[in-house]
């Protein structure tokens, strides 16, 4: 590794160490953080929940459940949203607990730090992929709709799926690699600041992140562009019932747009620290919040709540689950005699 990265790492660290927050300030973005994944993942809990009841019966029909269609499970569409929906609760766990940490035990042994680092790295590259490829989808359904049963199978979705798992590992693994071969033994027996650059310190690493980034940042853009254009000149001469698909279209947008900050947050964090040298732990927690959180907050409203399909059946499970809690209800319940 080179003087002038080895030099960087360990200004960092040190920035790091000698700019802690006080307790009430370090209290208070935990509580932050941890209420907000907590939210986000009761709403991420509650639209998986919808998926695995509602993937055969549909309650409103009187028929028996080998009648009906598929409801979810049959869907590319609604495999790759639950697929972003778990992927996010992964990533906004893990992120959370590495937050926590942070604060809480200052560093942890590198060995559980790879583990916990490697898939929260991989499930956040994993959600601008996701999206991507539900943007394909959605040109397919809208501009080849004809062809989109013959393109679009359940089992291609789950290909896909296994593929976004793979090009996301692509950005962390060869790290991992030069890690393994350039260290030491008792480095993986020490403790450090469990974040990427503390970790993976090679210059070569650094490099590879950055090339990496903007490879992805280039190809999800343009996958962006190309479908996301085409759908909304198609939904001009469309009728009225495609309108809502252009707000739908800047919506997904801008949710890309979050997600794609995580490949240049390095990048500014660094032009940040250049103007603000002082205020490390307030740009880092800024950071964190815009780029890790903020983008799984929107998810859930974009694909889930604003769906008809998703939102009548969630309504239905949760107007049932009100019921099924309501004290009159339950006291029936109770009483009822044993048959």
């Known amino acids: 590794m080179s003087d002038t990265n080895l030099s960087y790492v360990n200004d960092s660290l040190n920035a ?27 709403i991420n809990g509650t639209l998986l929940h919808t998926f695995r009841k509602h993937q055969v019966t549909d309650y409103a029909s009187n028929l028996p459940s080998f009648f ?22 992964i990533q906004l ?3 959370t607990l590495l937050h926590i940490i942070s604060y809480v035990l200052y560093t942890i042994t590198v060995q559980l730090c790879l583990v916990v680092l490697i898939i929260t790295i991989n499930t956040t590259i994993n959600t601008p992929l996701n999206l991507a490829c539900m943007a394909v989808e959605c040109y397919i359904a809208v501009c080849m709709p004809l062809h989109h049963g013959r393109i679009c199978t359940v089992k291609k979705t789950y290909v ?7 090009v996301g590992s692509l950005s962390i693994l060869p790290d991992l690699f030069i890690l393994l071969a350039t260290q030491p033994l008792h480095f993986f027996r020490s403790k450090v600041l469990c974040n990427r650059d503390s970790v993976f310190r090679s210059s070569y690493s650094l490099k590879k992140r950055d090339a990496s980034h903007i490879v992805y940042l280039v190809l999800v853009w343009l996958t962006l562009f190309y479908t996301y254009l085409r759908i909304l000149f198609a939904a001009k001469v469309a009728t009225a019932t495609m309108k809502k698909a252009r707000i739908t279209i800047l919506l997904h947008g801008f949710q890309l747009l979050l997600c794609m ?6 990048l500014f964090q660094q032009g940040l620290l250049l103007l603000l040298p002082n205020e490390l732990q307030s740009i880092r927690f800024a950071i964190y919040v815009i780029v890790q959180i903020l983008p799984r907050f929107v998810s859930p409203i974009v694909y889930g709540l604003r769906d008809q399909t998703f939102r009548r059946y969630m309504s239905r499970y949760l107007l049932c689950k009100m019921r099924s809690n309501h004290p009159d209800n339950v006291l029936t319940s109770k009483i009822r005699p044993s048959v």
């Open 160 to 166: 896909l799926i296994g593929l976004i798992w793979a």
């Open 16 to 42: 790091t160490l000698s700019q802690r927050d006080n307790f009430i300030s370090a209290l208070t973005k935990n509580m932050i953080v941890t209420a907000l994944c907590i939210s986000i993942n009761f």
């Open 68 to 89: 009906l269609p598929q409801i979810f499970n049959s869907n590319p569409r609604y495999i790759l949203f639950i697929h972003l929906v778990i992927n996010d609760m």
């Open 93 to 95: 766990i893990l992120s």
């Open 261 to 266: 900050l995580t490949y240049v947050a390095p």
